[in-house]
């Protein structure tokens, strides 16, 4: 039987992507999950019947997708409370009551200090950016992290 069905999925700067097809001889479904050309997981189900199988692979395949959407989201960059505060203090006037919001979603995207700075860069304006970045590259600095200086 030639049931089969491709995905590809980003997560971050990583696109993975998921096959799977159903197996007539072994009477299982496998869902493989490449990244770059490789297999990084296989997952594997056996079917009693054959009924419906179309619908067993849509079904198995969409449950593979959400469990690779749903694993947790790790951020590289880890900041101590004092940071992350002194951070919040320096762009708290400009974004009021969301700054914790805006500053946690910039942290959630970036693996560096310096993915940090570009995350912030987006959410100012150009003359915001002028005087608040300067302080935050002086803080994470002063507290050990590395900051590229192009």
Avoid: W
Wanted: aromatic content about 6%.
């Amino acid at each position: 039987m030639g049931t089969s069905l491709n995905q590809d999925i980003k997560l971050g700067k990583s696109t993975f992507h998921v096959q799977t097809e159903y197996y007539a001889s072994s009477k299982k479904i496998v869902s493989n999950i490449f990244k770059d050309g490789a297999i990084v997981k296989r997952l594997e189900k056996d079917i009693s019947t054959e009924e419906a199988i179309d619908e067993e692979v849509k079904n198995f395949h969409e449950s593979v997708v959400r469990k690779l959407l749903s694993r947790p989201k790790k951020r590289k960059l880890e900041l101590s409370n004092e940071v992350f505060n002194d951070i919040l203090e320096l762009v708290s006037p400009l974004f009021g009551i969301m700054s914790t919001t805006i500053v946690e979603d910039c942290l959630k995207t970036s693996n560096t200090a310096q993915d940090l700075i570009n995350s912030l860069k987006k959410e100012l304006t150009e003359d915001e950016a002028k005087e608040v970045i300067p302080k935050v590259i002086a803080l994470l600095e002063l507290n050990g992290y590395s900051i590229n200086k192009d």
